[in-house]
């Protein structure tokens, strides 16, 4: 007798399965169609058999018949993250496609700092869906391999690609979950991947076609069709100088494209008093370095300096999408750095809105500049927490590179939330030193109360640029993400391809999730 779920497999697989997209169920019965199977690697190396997934299991047993017999003659036991194609198997499937999960028990791996599990599932299910893009074939269908959200995640992320300004594209595919059970586990990965696709969107999109109020209209859009009790609000120039926010003016003002200061309110909690976690982001949407011009080498990269507003607005927007039962408000600054007659100075003093003045030794050290000033804004809420996120500085990359994103925070409640929501996603962050030794290097300044890069420009840059942002800050529950190391991809993570990351997205909504969870602050 089948237990419940596998019959149920069973009946979905007969019936040409039932797909999930998007919310919607469909059945599809013919066309040109691709299917992913997953298979373990063994657990001895002369060890007999082939362990593949459930569904592989059945799909060999009740449909197929074939499966086993040809991984068996086709070659050495599949690695991880390996793919191995077949054709003519069965009607329905022209092509199927293996693909290496490795140990089946992997599980959470202390010395990586993440679920190990679930990051080969990822980087399988994206191999796997990219070699059926290449056939051109329009529909896959996925094994959800043990973790069906993981499974998601893979082929969403694993298939996009930016090419919304080429003429000739990449025919899309449309990968659905294989079979009739764990269909919300696999939206939820939907959702999770979608919403680090739309950052990476902002992201890669050129500057002329992201500027700040193009950035700011296009999230409105998004969370308006998310849904939700969701309120924006697109502050002009006039609102952000009736804030006092000087130090945010002086970076905008080098550019003729105006600042606008975007403010999100997504009201999910059944308690319309509860505290909010407040989101602030980054969103310099191009970064020439102002005065202190950068070279021109690699400089177009910097149309996604905007990832810190990139991340958190589509945190946001997904966590609307996914109805989260918390209050989150995000706060993105949005303007370019650019160099003018009217533009920063080096040795410029400016002030921020709660008084204190900066001197401005270096004007490509402009993103702290705007995040002081929203930061002061930030403590206008009664915040549960305040996380903010931006591609800060080339120390954070220097230091851990694209590894994971690095977290200073004066929280320890505050950092276990994200650390471990980062173990589940597999988007890590690392704790990094917010000792008072860097404080006395940026107030220690000549002209002001501050300087903004510090005494010593090129020693632990990532750090005084932290105890800077901490200079802005009163409350107990604070975390500067920054984010300048994981900006790109090159070939790191395998699921993603070259470009821009929209890293660390899915580990911002899995820490909201999680604080939805835990309404208990320490």
């Known amino acids: 007798m089948l237990l419940p ?40 190396e002369k060890e007999d058999g082939t362990h593949l997934t459930e569904v592989g299991d059945l799909f060999d047993r009740t449909v197929s018949g074939k499966l086993r017999d040809m991984l068996a003659v086709s070659g050495p036991p599949l690695k991880k993250g390996k793919t191995r194609i077949f054709y003519g198997l069965h009607q329905d499937f022209p092509s199927v496609v293996v693909v290496g999960l490795g140990k089946k028990d992997a599980g959470v791996s202390d010395q990586e700092q ?10 399988a299910v994206s191999a796997g869906c990219r070699l059926v893009q290449d056939l051109e074939i329009a529909c896959v269908e996925v094994d959800p391999c043990g973790d069906a959200q993981a499974a998601a995640e893979g082929s969403v992320l694993g298939l996009f690609e930016y090419n919304e300004l080429k003429e000739k594209k990449k025919k899309p595919v449309a990968a659905h979950l294989h079979g009739s059970t764990e269909k919300e586990a696999w939206q939820k990965g939907v ?44 502050r002009p120039e006039s609102w952000i100088e009736e804030e006092q926010m000087g130090a945010f003016l002086s970076v905008a003002k080098g550019s003729d494209e105006p600042p606008v200061f975007l403010e999100i309110h ?13 989101f602030v ?29 990139a991340t958190v607005c589509s945190a946001i927007v997904t966590a609307a999408a996914l109805k989260l039962p918390i209050n989150i408000i995000g ?13 920063n100075k080096p040795g410029d003093v400016v002030k ?46 220097v230091a851990l590179g694209s590894a994971a994103t690095g977290v200073f925070t004066n929280s320890t409640w505050l950092w276990t939330h994200l650390h471990e929501a980062s173990i589940v996603t597999g988007d890590r962050v690392w704790r990094m030193p917010l000792f008072q030794h860097y404080a ?9 109360d501050l300087n903004n890069i510090g005494k010593y420009s090129r020693s632990g840059g990532a750090c005084t640029a932290a105890a800077f942002l901490k200079e802005f800050i009163t409350v107990p529950h604070w975390a500067h993400l920054d984010i300048a190391g994981v900006m790109s991809n090159k070939d790191e993570v395998s699921y993603l391809r070259k470009g821009m990351s929209g890293r660390p997205t899915r580990t911002l909504v899995e820490f909201a999730a999680r604080l939805s969870w835990d309404k208990q602050n320490p």
Request: with cysteine.
């Open 5 to 44: 779920a596998r019959k149920a497999l069973l009946q979905g697989i007969s019936r040409g399965c039932y797909r999930l997209f998007s919310g919607t169920q469909q059945s599809y019965s013919s066309g040109k169609k691709g299917l992913i199977l997953g298979i373990y690697e063994r657990e001895k």
């Open 114 to 123: 993440w679920n190990e599990s679930k990051e080969n599932i990822r980087a």
């Open 191 to 234: 959702l999770y991947a979608e919403g680090q696709n739309l950052a990476r969107q902002l992201m890669e999109a050129p500057a002329n076609y992201i500027t700040p109020i193009k950035f700011a209209e296009l999230i409105e859009q998004k969370l308006q069709a998310a849904g939700g009790d969701v309120k924006v609000h697109i």
């Open 266 to 278: 997504y009201n999910g909690s059944t308690n319309a008093k509860e505290s909010p976690l407040v």
């Open 281 to 309: 982001g980054k969103g310099v949407t191009f970064d020439s370095g102002g005065i202190s011009l950068k070279p021109s080498l690699g400089m177009d990269a910097m149309r996604g300096d905007m990832g810190g507003a």
């Open 331 to 343: 706060l993105v600054p949005l303007c370019e750095n650019m160099p003018s007659g009217k533009a």
């Open 352 to 397: 921020a809105k709660n008084g204190k003045t900066i001197q401005v030794d270096n004007t490509d050290a402009e993103g702290r500049l705007l995040l002081a000033d929203a930061l002061c804004y930030a403590h206008k809420f009664d915040s549960r927490a305040i996380v903010n996120a931006a591609t800060l500085t080339g120390a954070m990359d």
């Open 440 to 448: 006395k290097q940026v107030t220690e300044s000549q002209l002001a």
